[in-house]
């Protein structure tokens, strides 16, 4: 079963640094598309980057590419995945999610992020101007 748990958001300024990070364990390494989604109110969900970890290949989206940048690492059972977000702008402010599912980051798939099967609680980033 695999399990994700977020952390690390919270509240800044706009311009500021935050760092996601996303545990996950029960899962083996490769063949899994993991990474990052966020849904603010009155918006659907949305993806913000993701890895596929069978190649190492990365997506971002276009509102977050230049200012955030993952980052996945092993260690023993538990894979951490981390989202460095900077020059932060009131518009990224939402709930972010990781999730994962084994299976390739198409485009497709990261369009429809209820395909993916796993989960985490969510942390919350909240940007003022």
């Known amino acids: 079963q695999v399990h994700l748990v977020e952390s690390g958001g919270g509240s800044v300024q706009a311009g500021g640094s935050l760092r996601l990070s996303c545990a996950a364990s029960g899962y083996s390494y490769r063949g899994y598309c993991i990474g990052w989604f966020r849904q603010a109110p009155g918006n659907l969900r949305e993806v913000v980057a993701t890895?596929?970890?069978?190649?190492?290949?990365?997506?971002?989206s276009d509102s977050v590419k230049g200012r955030f940048t993952l980052s996945l690492s092993q260690d023993n059972a538990k894979t951490t995945l981390n989202l460095q977000m900077n020059s932060l702008k009131p518009e990224d402010t939402a709930m972010y999610y990781c999730?994962?599912?084994?299976?390739?980051?198409?485009?497709?798939?990261?369009?429809?992020?209820?395909?993916?099967?796993?989960w985490g609680q969510g942390t919350q980033v909240t940007v003022s101007s």
């Open positions: 999730a994962a599912e084994r299976r390739y980051c198409s485009a497709y798939f990261r369009a429809n992020p209820s395909d993916f099967g796993y």
């Open positions: 890895i596929y970890t069978g190649d190492g290949s990365t997506y971002y």
